[in-house]
């Protein structure tokens, strides 16, 4: 049990990863606070939780608003004792504009969540972790801050913040115990990415198993990793088998590409 008598907090716990993660944490023993903008995915996480056998705390929370953040923090110690892990997991995806076509109205919103959201939570849970001897955080990061592509310019842009924020949130709390690092996962096989590769097929004419066929033949494991994959790679830097790791960016992404 690699979190036992831990309680963990994971923004972003929709379906898929962030879900995954809330799973994962709990099935190795963490109590588990849940957060998400919509009240009906967080309800649904934490009844899953439950039925591991783990305390869930649900929580409606925007990570814009930092003082929702802090809120959450607050309600974390208050009922389930304090905070020992933070997984950074919403976010926003952008427009896929290109840059001079751009609307920096939703450039601000994306930077808002990936950027300042992170930082939100992180200075809302921080004193707490400090408080209980350290702490370990994760930010879901993307392979976009290594592969660019045309029409993903503010998401790629925030995201390279937010992993050159991690490292300096490293340097700057490791005096307090708490590691701070970074997850970048590439595709992430599930409903959204099987949707998205439908759309290039139907775009290209060939079948969308083609199209999968040609973004594995890009990774060294020859498949995309599914969320429950991905969630594995944050639990490892969550735990004690990480303990001596902080600062860095870890690829989640079957080898498409090296740091």
Known sequence: MLFEGKVAVVSGTGPGLGREVALGLAREGADVVVAARREDKVAKVAARVEALGRRALPVRCDVTDPEACTALAEQAVAELGGIDVLVANAYHDGD???VLRADLDVWRTTLEVNLFGAVHMTRAVAPHMAARGGGRIVMVNTMSTERIQEGFGIYSASKAALKSITRTLAR????DGIRVNGVHPGYI?????EWYFAHLAEQRGVTPEEVYAEVAAQTSLGYIPDA??????????????ARCVTGQAVGANAGQWFH
């Open 228 to 241: 429950a994959e991905v969630a594995g790679v944050v639990l490892l830097l969550a735990s004690d088998l």
């Open 96 to 98: 896929f504009t290109p």
């Open 172 to 175: 700057e709390l490791g005096r």
């Open 189 to 193: 096989w599930g409903r959204s990415v």
